[in-house]
């Protein structure tokens, strides 16, 4: 139940598949090694799409927390 | 003590069941089962049947077109359309799932074309990617190959689309929602979800005293479907993007596997001529290319195929709901206007696998096909040569 400390935000409220994976991408690409990106997302789908995406990356997926009205998901650049 | 524990059991079970997503290979088993189920009932599984019924009375209530010969209920296509989202919707109700969700006005927009261009496309291909595709496929028809490889065409332009999109627009999402008495409805959920599957085997039981068993039959074949695919989140756009995409495989293996079995349900049930051979075998391969590769681009735009569509405006995305109707309406008109029976029919004949060389044959080479698809994709996602971003 922790709250990470994000370096970086991407507000995804309201985009639905595939548009929040595809803009995670593209933030993570300019990111630095060991950085923190917190995705606000509503769709139901990112729940199993970025742990996915940060398996075949190699980055970090460190986890989600339920917010009001949507989801923070957390992943850390490796 | 032992009230707790059992309490506990039981919400773990659940938990289990409707919190989590089921695995995608259970998925591909049980829609192939249901598929084959509704074949051997007597109307193969499509969707974009019920889609066009639901356009042709919209377009007659507002005085732009005659009474549709198709009753917006109970007609074969419509209740198979009308299960589907009735067992999505369900679904999402069991696993909390349902929330209107709002998008920004560029994301509806692109699920108001998108869904138009599914329209289209289904209308040319004689069926979405599971009655042009999977279902035709399944059922020995042309079509459903050249719909297969129009389909991957049209998905690797939508993605390239997607990828200058994501570049060259900025998308603002819409401010968020206060959120009062949300906390409430959603503990609501899993009780309606139940009390709306009551109502359906319900209604399924009310019709078959109407002398409509098949018709009742159906709804419930077609809203198991609607529920498995959406516990399990089956998504055939995947199957087509996500190779090009992230390099994955995985749900590309579910559709094949998926696609594979109902074949061969579909195939012992025409051999031993339970099922009559030209059923589902209407459409000329053109219309399955391009008509595909509309389809396919289509469903970049808006996130959802013919049944993932449906499925998710059942959760209440707008931008799908809104899809959906487009869907409906452009290829209800299409079919009337341009793409008609005659204009069809112009094109040729649609042929028969099996009219090759006998039933053995044609399933393996259908078999081959979908193996060197599952193959293609399995390949790509150790090497990456077709991921594109």
Redesign the interface.
């Known amino acids: 139940m922790a709250d990470y400390k994000a370096d970086e935000i991407l507000?995804?409220?309201?985009?639905?598949?595939?548009?929040p994976?595809?803009?995670t991408?593209?933030i993570m690409k300019d990111m630095k090694s060991g950085q923190i990106l917190e995705i606000q997302g509503?769709?139901?789908?990112t729940?199993?799409d970025l742990p996915?995406?940060a398996s075949?990356s190699g980055d970090e997926y460190l986890g989600m927390e339920q917010r009001?009205?949507?989801i923070s998901f957390y992943i850390k650049k490796k | 003590m032992s009230d707790n524990a059992l309490v506990g059991k039981f919400k773990q079970g659940y938990d289990s069941l409707f919190e989590q997503?089921w695995p995608l290979w259970v998925g591909a088993v049980l829609i192939a089962f249901l598929a084959v189920l509704a074949a051997a009932v007597g109307r193969p599984w499509g969707v974009v049947g019920g889609l066009r019924v639901w356009g042709d009375w919209i377009w007659h209530a507002v005085g732009l077109a005659p009474r549709p010969m198709n009753h917006l209920f109970l007609s074969d296509g419509a209740i198979l359309t009308w299960g589907l989202l009735a067992g999505a919707f369900g679904s999402a109700l069991l696993s909390r799932?349902v929330?209107w969700?709002?998008?920004?006005a560029w994301?509806l927009g692109k699920g108001l074309v998108g869904g138009i261009l599914l329209g289209i496309g289904s209308g040319m291909a004689g069926g979405c990617n599971v009655g042009g595709f999977y279902t035709a496929l399944a059922a020995g028809s042309i079509s459903g190959f050249a719909m297969l490889i129009g389909l991957i065409a049209g998905a690797v332009v939508g993605l390239k689309y997607?990828?200058w999109e994501?570049?060259h627009v900025t998308?603002k999402?819409?401010a968020?929602?206060e959120?009062s008495g949300?906390a409430d409805w959603s503990k609501s959920q899993p009780w309606l979800g139940v009390l709306f599957f009551l109502g359906l085997i319900g209604a399924a039981y009310a019709l078959s005293f109407q002398a409509y068993t098949t018709t009742g039959l159906l709804l419930i074949i077609a809203a198991g479907i609607g529920l498995v695919i959406q516990r399990c989140?089956f998504?055939f756009v995947r199957a087509f993007?996500d190779p090009f995409?992230?390099?994955?495989s995985v749900a590309t293996k579910a559709v094949t596997v998926s696609t594979l079995l109902c074949l061969l349900g579909i195939m012992i049930l025409k051999w031993t001529g339970a099922l009559p051979e030209q059923s589902y075998v209407y459409h000329h391969w053109i219309g399955g290319l391009v008509g595909g590769a509309i389809f396919g681009f289509g469903m970049l735009l808006t996130?959802g195929c013919g049944s993932g569509s449906v499925w998710?405006a059942g959760?209440g995305?707008v931008?799908?709901i809104i899809a959906v109707l487009a869907f409906a309406l452009s290829n209800s008109l299409f079919r009337a206007h341009v793409w008609t029976p005659a204009v069809a029919k112009a094109w040729g004949d649609p042929f028969f696998l099996p009219q090759l060389a006998g039933y053995f044959w044609a399933l393996v080479i259908t078999c081959v096909v979908l193996i060197a698809w599952w193959a293609l994709t399995a390949w790509n996602e150790e090497t990456d040569k077709l991921t594109m971003?």
């Open positions: 507000d995804a409220r309201g985009l639905s598949c595939p548009m994976i595809l803009k991408k593209k509503t769709d139901p789908g729940k199993n996915a995406y075949r009001d009205g949507y | 997503n799932q929330a969700t709002m998008a920004p994301e997607l990828l994501i570049e998308i999402s819409p968020p929602k959120k949300g989140r998504c993007r995409m992230t390099g994955e996130g998710r959760e995305q931008k799908l971003y």
